[in-house]
């Protein structure tokens, strides 16, 4: 079974990367970056970043170590298609 990206997650959502950043009270170039998986995130945002998306702590970090794997892979060339 495929674990969801936080990408996944916000469209799935239909919430916009602004949207998210703003209930989560970051700049969205930040959501961005840590969505990409370009960016580490602090457990206070991470929790903000949660509660905006309507998922857990579990399912965030989840959601982010798949985004981070996806990110690498596409970088490496060693994406599963």
Sequence with gaps: MLTPT?????KEKRLTQQTVAEKAGIPRST???IE??????????ARKIA?????????FSNALNASVSSTNDSMTGTENN
């Design 36 to 45: 990409l998986g370009l960016k580490d995130t602090t457990a206070k945002k």
């Design 51 to 59: 509660d905006a998306l309507g998922i857990t702590l579990d399912e």
């Design 6 to 10: 936080l990408k996944m997650i916000r």
């Design 31 to 33: 959501y961005s970056n």
